[in-house]
């Protein structure tokens, strides 16, 4: 056993002790209160920081395309530098994947963000880049990873944490047991939250939050494809965000959407 695998075995089992004693935290940037055990910010860093080389090479690996890296670097920069991302203390990270086919996109625990090249070349505007990266930061934000391993870890968590512990689970299933964890049981509400924390993050960065509903639109055409990306997982349709992006940009922007905005 290495020993990156007895520190995710012993991040995963500390964590399930102390959720026994549940406790509930606000978080600072959506003031809702939740239940993420013990789970401190350094712990969801770690774990992704942990996870997202294995992350990527189980996805197929990094992009080639350097132009295509260093666009997704620098527009999920503006998007977490000039919005209330920036004060969360997460040192969001932004990476490209070379699978040509998949169209996703999603977020480890602490702000390591995926997307791939399948889905960037469907976007049209650096906008919507910057929706479809800023939903990802909301989730980050949001805690939603947290969240869900703190659901599951009564019944997994030192289950899963014996097996890591005991050597009988390889790096790959590690990577993907956190995966799982992570990236594939977000539910109904966290998408829709993740959503409106996207266009706030977009619109505070500059980019027009109107850019997100033409993702939808995009996201459910790619959705005849039969693989299970994040965007259009067992979710909310893209027809029904689109109708609470609207309700949402209503609400925001009582006077209409600022001029000026990047599309
Ligand atoms: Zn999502």
Redesign the pocket.
Known sequence: MNKIQLVIALIVAAFSLFSYFGSSSVNQITGEKQHIGGMSQKQEVAMGLQSAPQMAQQMGGLSQDARARELVSQVGAKVVAQSVAAKSGYPFKFHTLADPRTVNAFALPGGQIFITMSLLSKLETEGQLAGVLG??VG?VLARHSAEHIAKDQLTQGLTGAFAMGSGSMNAAQIGQMVGQMTMLK?GRD??LE?DGLGLRLMSEAGYDPRAMIRVMQILEKASGGSRNP??QSSHPSPPHRIEEINAKLKKAFPNGIPAGLTP
């Open positions: 939903h990802e989730h977000y966290d998408e993740a994040e965007f």
